[in-house]
């Protein structure tokens, strides 16, 4: 059974079932093994198409997508963050020429806990926005409550001037790490199916039971077929129109093969 937040993929139509069973009298296979089989590119896609990707067909390679998404999740965060230390050096800059204390004295202020010393130092200097902004330790929730739909962070100015970068680098870091999550919700899927080509570390790291189940009903006498959910919490968030344009691109590769090597068949056997 899907949870309420998971996202159970399903190909179902007369004309695929027609043509799987066609395929199995004439390729002498029982017709789970060919769902079983076929299964495998289709899951594939879904694991391609899920974020990280560049495009929605998701085609282009791994390598690419992990480096979209980690991409993707240091701007985000930068979008809600900025250092201390970058703050300071912007001051200095301003101050260049003028022979004024400014920046060192934002950084003693910062320092002492004088908060709104700091904030009249940067509205002096002409830096208004950075004024309004919270000054302090890091504060994950930013970043939480920054996130709008689709888990992305759509922010004109920072939330926060962080004090400790350290910390800050440290929860870059761990979303980093994440990366990748959504795509394993498909492994189990992918696994059940035999399904062929190497899942590179960045997706498989996430494990299979957590993210995702398999149900393979294959072998059943009547109605084989393998269920295939993604369980991962924030899929279903990312999911849309997804789900439907990767399935349907993979019924049609499905239907493709089988009629390929039906021909392939029976020309064989007319050969004889």
Request: proline share 3%; glycine share 12%.
């Amino acid at each position: 059974m899907a949870g309420p937040g998971d996202i159970t993929a399903k190909v179902d139509d007369g004309e695929l079932r027609r043509k799987l069973a066609r395929a199995s009298r004439v390729l002498g296979k029982e017709v789970g093994e060919l769902v079983r089989f076929y299964s495998g590119p289709a899951i594939l896609d879904l694991m391609r198409t899920f974020p990280p990707m560049g495009t929605v067909s998701g085609k282009e390679a791994f390598s690419r997508q992990r480096q979209l998404g980690v991409q993707a999740v240091t701007r985000d965060i930068a979008q809600v963050y900025r250092s201390l230390a970058s703050v300071i050096a912007q001051v200095r800059e301003a101050e260049d020429g003028l022979h004024g204390d400014a920046a060192r004295g934002l950084a003693r202020a910062v320092r002492r806990g004088e908060i709104a010393e700091a904030r009249g130092i940067l509205r002096r200097m002409g830096f208004e926005m950075e004024s309004r902004m919270e000054i302090g330790t890091f504060d994950a929730g930013h970043h939480k409550s920054s996130r709008a739909g689709r888990g992305r962070v759509r922010r004109r100015r920072a939330a926060q001037i962080v004090t400790d970068a350290q910390a800050l680098r440290a929860y870059v870091r761990a979303k980093v790490a994440l990366v990748g999550t959504e795509k394993a919700g498909f492994l189990a899927g992918h696994r059940a199916a035999g399904g062929k080509g190497s899942i590179p570390r960045w997706i498989t790291r996430h494990g299979s039971g957590r993210t995702g189940r398999a149900q393979d009903l294959t072998r059943k006498a009547l109605n084989p077929r393998l269920v295939v959910t993604n369980a991962v919490p924030y899929a279903a968030e990312h999911a849309g129109g997804l789900v439907g344009l990767s399935l349907a691109r993979s019924r049609r590769r499905m239907l493709r093969g089988m009629d390929a090597a039906v021909r392939r068949k029976l020309r064989a056997l007319k050969g004889r």
